[in-house]
């Protein structure tokens, strides 16, 4: 017998996460797009290349940061929704220590390997080198600041605070707004004062982690560790594999996509693929971050075994990502040109270059949106290597060969062959999907789309009730007849059946005011009844609950206590989570 809940309460807390999630990516795209279009318009266009010249580096210096802040913040929400704290707050402290240590590494090195760098990106020596240096050598100053906010942001998604993730991003790119004007109109730091911004944005806005510290959500703390210790990294490597793959291969592309448009087209090239790049971001920017709940969210669900929970997650996000990626394409076909003017491009040929190759590039974003969504998937659920495949052949593999082959077969129809770096985006994003889904089916055969069972593993009651005391009355009875209809003893029947009211009587006494949904999960899985409650109430531990109030009677849960083989909670997605076992 299975009852399917009504996922109400699921898709309350996925609503609160998605426009932060939009707010999140938002800022965090936001400040490259800042950078170029003030670059572009108060230095120049040459300024304008050096930030996407410089991309290789940029990668590198976000490496550690990101990676270990979507791998770890990944396999922590897994850890939590298996109820282990201790090893999840071990796996914070030591990616933050090494995210730490690494920037100044980085730091250090700054002022010996910036020229060098910079003369192997661009390799004539004029003035698109000295940009290129200049905002290469602020930027690996400041890669302490930007690893730990990037690892950081990560957490707190995953930490029930995606409101201070994004309210942090925001913080950030506004300071590196202001600062750009200030530094590019009214100093003589140049193309330096536009990478300053972005470090000092990063630094100043690290105040908003106090209010993380402070919470009484926060399920994660810093330790010290031992040496040994550190063997817990392998957690967020393996886990982090794809984004891991995702930078590696950016910095493969970023580095391959400027040689081949340089030796190709020249600067005009580099011009107009910045500004499609940036457009691309713009997509990044307002569909990512609906994208972006699913790590937060699939990985402490993965850890429950609440894949019914997940299927609803994946279809609600990708539902919202469409709509809004619709508008946006609208938007770019509509205000092409206006688009193009904005990153400096002063109309005439070159804007005229421009808007065609953007009108061609547009049509790569529903493909992109789709491998996007299969990434942060699958390595929500920990398969990796699919998730990996996707990012190589997307960045890499298939990315470089076909802009090569675009431009030079465009090259031969206009002479130009701006328009192939466009085309070649688009087959590539293409090509990736098929690819994917041709993999999938010859590892996992007998597998649909999303690999997990359709629903949780074992017997399962599962449904749902209104915060009301006269529905409270429903959950004994049938909880009792679920039991008896699967050959459970009377004894354990009637354990979980006063459990499960008891405790759906104390939650809807004590958080009335916050909570309108319970979820009720009664789990039969190898002679082992598990019951799950899960409710949206105000912070509620039951295990270390005293009896010290006469608000209400307590009485039960100190009994449900007694009866019971275990009893676990957690804050997670911020919600109540409690599992008790008979």
């Known amino acids: 017998m299975t009852q399917k809940r ?4 699921l898709n309350t807390k996925l609503n609160k996460y998605i426009i932060p999630g939009i707010m999140m990516s938002l800022a965090l795209q936001l400040g490259n797009i800042v950078d170029t279009i003030f670059v572009s318009n108060l230095i120049g266009v040459d300024a304008m290349a050096a930030v996407t010249m410089s991309l290789p580096v940029e990668t590198v210096i976000q490496l550690v940061g990101y990676c270990l802040g979507v791998g770890g913040s990944i396999a922590a929400g897994i850890m939590l929704g298996r109820r282990d704290k201790e090893t999840a707050s071990k796996l914070f402290s030591a990616t933050l220590t090494v995210t730490l240590i690494v920037g100044i590494i980085f730091s250090a090195a ?11 990106l661009v390799s004539d020596g004029g003035v698109l080198m000295h940009y290129t240096r200049d905002y290469i050598l602020v930027s690996m100053l400041g890669a302490p600041v930007i690893g730990v906010g990037l690892l950081m ?3 707190l998604g995953a930490e029930n605070h995606p409101e201070l993730a994004s309210a942090y991003l925001i913080a950030a790119n506004v300071i590196n707004l202001v600062l750009d004007y200030i530094f590019l109109k009214y100093t003589p730091m140049g193309i330096k004062g536009a990478a300053l911004s972005t470090v000092l944005g990063f630094l100043l806005a690290m105040v908003i982690f106090i209010l993380y510290i402070r919470s009484d959500k ?23 594999i794809p984004m891991l793959v995702f930078m590696a ?10 040689l081949i448009i340089m030796r190709l087209i020249g600067e005009v090239g580099m011009a107009v693929f910045t500004v499609c790049d940036n457009v691309l971001m713009i997509v990044e920017m307002l569909t990512g971050g609906i994208i972006g709940v699913i790590p937060n969210v699939a990985g402490i669900l993965y850890g429950e075994k609440d894949f019914v929970g997940i299927h609803v997650l994946c279809k609600k996000m990708l539902k919202y990502s469409y709509i809004v990626l619709a508008l946006v394409f609208v938007c770019i076909m509509a205000f092409t040109e206006q688009i193009t003017i904005l990153f400096g491009s002063g109309g005439g040929e070159l804007g005229a270059q421009m808007v065609s190759a953007l009108r061609l590039f547009a049509f790569c974003a529903a493909p992109y949106l789709w491998n996007k969504f299969m990434v942060s998937y699958y390595e929500s659920i920990e398969e990796t290597s699919i998730a990996s495949f996707v990012t190589l052949l997307e960045n890499a593999v298939v990315l470089l060969p076909v802009t090569f082959v675009g431009i030079f077969v465009w090259k031969q129809i206009d002479g130009i062959g701006i328009n192939g770096i466009a085309i070649s985006f688009v087959i590539t994003e293409f090509l990736t999907v098929i690819a994917a889904n041709i993999y999938r089916k010859i590892k996992y055969k007998e597998s649909t789309f999303y690999i997990i069972p359709e629903q949780n593993p074992g017997i399962n009651l599962d449904f749902s009730i209104k915060s009301r005391l006269e529905e409270s009355k429903d959950v004994h009875r049938k909880i009792k007849e679920f039991c008896i209809e699967n050959n459970v003893s009377g004894s354990r029947a009637n354990l979980a059946a006063v459990c499960a009211e008891e405790m759906t009587v ?10 309108n949904w319970i979820d009720i999960n009664l789990c039969l899985e190898e002679d082992i009844l598990n019951l799950r409650i899960r409710d949206n109430g105000v912070n509620f531990n039951p295990l270390e609950y005293k009896n010290d109030s006469e608000e209400f009677d307590i009485h039960g849960i100190e009994l449900v206590k007694k009866i019971s083989k275990s009893m676990n909670y957690i804050r997670a997605i911020d919600m109540n989570n409690t599992i008790i076992s008979f």
């Open 506 to 515: 104390n939650i809807i006494k004590f958080g009335w005011k916050s909570s």
């Open 6 to 9: 009504n996922n109400r309460l």
């Open 153 to 155: 942001v990560n957490y």
């Open 218 to 240: 926060r399920n994660l703390s810093f330790v010290i560790l031992k040496a040994k210790d550190f063997v817990i990294l392998k957690e967020a490597i393996v886990t982090g």
């Open 110 to 120: 700054a002022f010996f390997t910036a020229d060098p760098i910079a003369k192997a």
């Open 249 to 258: 291969t950016n910095f493969v592309k970023a580095l391959g996509l400027n």
